[in-house]
């Protein structure tokens, strides 16, 4: 009876790879088309990054999901909103956000990742400004305009929420706009995308095969899939259970970012180093989501206090684990497929004491595990898997043995 109800769980306790080192990186979604503040912000942010350096010299990473197209408002406008037009992030006008994006990711302090060509489903966007003033609206700004300011649901590119609950898209229409989105990023970036992050974390099995099929090799996951919105706009959940490294029917790795650093919305530094602590405990990498929104004056309050918490996350967590290291998401994931022994933990006794450690996580696991007799053999596994710890792993957790 236990095992039945926690199967999920223990199979992603066991499953999931353990890091042997603490692996850090940002994950910063929404960057694309913009203006001089997202130049000098995303500068901003890769001098930072650069000037901190782990103990194997490389600098801190952040990925940079990348949205590939706006609306032209100005021809929307003229066709009377009644046409859908893109301005790509190939425009003249973007030759400046374009241009720190590139010499960041030669720097080694960006990794650039497919976020979608557009942060919404165009056809849906269309309909919905025809049916509402406030998206028609949106529509009409003369500066590229911000997604963040459409409604939560309309953000939502893998379905066609117009209206809600939302419904899904033609997989033939998906499987061209895949091809299309990925095919600009190549065209703009010269390589093309092998890490997705979905919008609003909403996609489908159709999209997926389509990114698979298009070479894209890793999706960013919250640790679940969403497969659209509910009468309430809220996500529906098709899927959950993910781990880092696991591979998805399509052939696609998947990774989990559940971790946060929002400080718009009060995150702090300290909030991070204990997320650091717990990932350093159960074995998993901590990648840090955070929005390009921290960082804009435009759409936060207080820029200075976000870029001041940024920077110091990143001194103190050198200073309270000597040990991590930053790594891209694409590196991360290949190296948890291949099972590199540099940050692979491949001792079974070793990853005992960090598979125990998830489990004691999971909502009333331990009071069924009284209650069925399990706890008896489970007790008998904490103690080994404690036993059997050895350094570097005790010192990464505590510093001494004893920790």
């Known amino acids: 009876m236990f095992v039945w109800r926690y199967w999920r769980s223990l199979r992603r306790a066991w499953c999931e790879p353990v890091l042997r080192r603490l692996v850090m990186a940002f994950e910063s979604d929404d960057w694309g088309p913009g203006g001089a503040e997202d130049v000098q912000a995303l500068q901003r942010l890769a001098d930072i990054l650069d000037a901190t350096r782990d103990s194997t010299g490389r600098p801190a990473v952040m990925t940079i999901g990348v949205v590939l197209a706006v609306p032209d408002t100005r021809r929307v406008e003229v066709r009377g909103g009644e046409r859908y037009v893109s301005r790509p992030l190939d425009d003249d006008a973007f030759d400046s956000i374009r ?18 060509m557009e942060h919404y489903w165009p056809p849906a966007l269309m309909r919905a400004a025809r049916n509402g003033r406030a998206v028609l609206q949106w529509l009409s700004n003369e500066d590229p305009p911000r997604t963040e300011e459409l409604p939560s649901a309309l953000q939502t590119r893998w379905a066609d929420c117009t209206t809600l609950p939302s419904r899904p898209i033609d997989e033939d229409i998906i499987r061209k706009a895949v091809a299309e989105e990925v095919t600009a990023f190549g065209r703009i970036f010269g390589h093309f995308p092998k890490v997705v992050v979905p919008p609003t974390f909403v996609w489908t099995d159709a999209v997926e095969q389509a990114w698979a099929a298009n070479a894209v090799e890793v999706i960013v996951t919250p640790g679940r899939q969403y497969s659209g919105r509910d009468s309430r706009g809220a996500l529906q959940c098709r899927r959950e259970g993910f781990w880092n490294g696991q591979t998805a029917p399509s052939g696609m790795s998947r990774t989990v970012r559940d971790v946060y650093f929002e400080p718009a919305y009060g995150h702090c ?9 717990e990932k350093l405990r159960v074995g998993q990498p901590a990648l840090f989501e955070t929005h390009r929104f921290n960082f804009l004056s435009e759409l936060s309050q207080d820029v200075e206090a976000a870029f001041a918490e940024f920077q110091g996350l990143l001194n103190d967590a050198l200073d309270r684990f000597p040990q ?3 790594r891209s998401t694409r590196e991360l994931a290949s190296a948890l497929k291949s099972r590199d022994e540099q940050l692979v933990e491949r001792s079974v006794w070793r990853r005992l004491w960090p598979a125990m450690c998830r489990l004691r996580a999971v909502p009333g696991l331990r009071k069924w595990a009284l209650l069925s007799g399990a706890a008896v053999p489970g007790v008998c596994l904490i103690a080994i898997g404690w036993l059997t710890r050895r350094r570097p792993w005790s010192e990464m957790v505590g510093g001494s043995a004893d920790a």
């Open 269 to 277: 530094r300290d909030d991070g180093i204990k997320a650091l602590e």
């Open 99 to 116: 241009a720190v994006l590139a010499g960041g990711e030669r720097r080694g302090v960006f990794a650039l990742q497919l976020h979608g």
């Open 324 to 326: 991590l290291v930053f």
